[in-house]
Nanobody
């Protein structure tokens, strides 16, 4: 079993930055591909960013490219999402997820085995 816990959310103004962290515990190591998703009120959960097991491959949804950066520190069993130039449309609950089945970047929710409880990010205009 793997436990995934997000942190770092909050209320910021448009143009500000936030860094989300995702700590994994349990059966861990560098064996998981990791991803960030988000869900706004009344909308479906959507892919934001993903990183492969080694950290050498990443992928982003188009609307966050150039603003968000996903990274991982396998020694600390932590994945980060650096979010710059935040916009009101980035407001959502952000979820971290771990995939045991896949080693590279994965963008679909069904590919992930373990999910965190989410952290709220609110961007005011």
């Amino acid at each position: 079993q793997v436990h995934v816990v997000e942190s770092g959310g909050g209320l910021v103004q448009a143009g500000d930055s936030l860094r989300l962290s995702c700590a994994a515990s349990g059966r861990t190591g560098s064996s998981y591909a990791m991803g960030w998703f988000r869900q706004a009120p009344g909308k479906e959960r959507e892919f934001v960013a993903a990183i492969g097991r080694s950290g050498g491959s990443t992928h982003y949804r188009d609307s966050v490219k150039g603003r968000f950066t996903i990274s991982r520190d396998n020694a600390k069993k932590t994945v980060y999402l650096q979010m710059n130039s935040l916009k009101p449309e980035d407001t959502a609950v952000y979820y971290c997820a771990a995939s045991w089945k896949y080693g590279g970047v994965v963008v679909t929710t069904g590919a992930y085995d373990y999910w965190g409880q989410g952290t709220q990010v609110t961007v005011s205009s």
